[in-house]
């Protein structure tokens, strides 16, 4: 579904060029969980953002479906570190936002927006704005409104990093069921180890700047996680394994 190969991104700057990316190889089948781990500014949100077609490449190749990605392409949704919902609109309205782009939305498109919403535990709250739900509900939304239009990808950059422990693990257990019940290629961007583990079918770990892939880790799991999963050893020893990547060594 999702082909990188010798990926380079450098962003010219007044003060130099940054080298943000470096010879970045990635194949993502159709359906697969990918979490990519790295540290602040290694080129996470870069990667992203070429995905998402947000944001060129200065060398090698980044393809979708076979296309080679040139703007922001239909089937794919992106989820942001903040929710960014439109205040003046209700939680439907912005759930449809990316539809009313595209079409005309009729009953059927609020049929849709309306399931998406159940399917996270907001089904009462479309009449609602955004002030009025917390952020965890509204991180909720915004993932709603990231599947509105049935994406084939979906594309998360530290979507719950400004959430609380508890609402995230909540959101990760739900992220996992949405992935297995919707079928979408799912990348998503982290800071927490155990988050990517959690939900990853494979973790990718990139090094400092300029961001290349240092290692490919399989998770050996089944498609369904519950939380009793965090207290296995089996969960830890992961966690671990990733971790000793990113020890300082005195
Ligand atoms: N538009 C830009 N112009 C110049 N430098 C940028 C730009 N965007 C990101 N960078 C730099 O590229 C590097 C990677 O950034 P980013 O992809 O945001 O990293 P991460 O998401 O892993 O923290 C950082 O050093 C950052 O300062
Ligand atoms: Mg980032």
């Known amino acids: 579904m999702i082909s990188i190969e010798h990926l380079e991104k450098v962003y010219p700057t007044s ?3 940054i080298h943000a990316l470096s010879d970045v190889n990635l194949s993502i089948a159709d359906g697969e969980f990918v979490a990519i781990v790295g540290p602040s500014g290694c080129g996470k949100t870069t990667l992203l953002k070429i995905l998402a077609g947000l944001e060129s490449h ?5 393809t979708i479906a076979g296309a080679p990605i040139a703007k922001p392409r239909g089937d794919v949704g992106m989820v942001f570190q903040k929710p960014v919902l439109l205040p003046w609109r209700t939680i439907g309205q912005n759930v449809l936002l990316p539809l009313e782009l595209h079409r005309k ?7 849709a927006a309306q399931n998406l919403l159940d399917m996270v535990g907001l089904g009462d709250f479309v009449s609602k704005y955004p002030k009025e739900l917390s952020g965890g509900m509204q991180q909720r939304a ?24 508890m609402t995230r693990d909540a959101l990760n257990v739900e992220v ?3 992935w297995r019940e919707t079928a979408k290629t799912a990348v ?3 800071h927490s180890i155990p988050e990517a583990v959690f939900l ?12 290349r892939i240092v290692d490919v880790i399989d998770v050996p799991f089944g498609p369904t996680r519950t939380l009793d999963l965090l207290g296995s050893p089996e969960f830890a020893d992961l966690n671990a394994r990733i971790r000793s990547y990113f ?3 005195a």
């Open 188 to 190: 998503l961007i982290t």
């Open 142 to 165: 915004a993932i709603c409104r990231a599947l509105v239009h049935d994406p084939a990808v979906l594309l998360m950059d530290e979507p719950f990093g400004a959430l609380d422990a």
């Open 58 to 62: 200065t060398g090698g190749t980044a």
């Open 105 to 111: 939305v009729g009953r059927a498109e609020k049929a």
């Open 200 to 211: 990853a079918q494979r973790v990718i770990v990139m090094s400092p700047r300029p961001g």
């Open 15 to 17: 003060s130099g060029d």
């Open 247 to 249: 020890e300082v060594t």
């Open 176 to 178: 996992n069921r949405i």
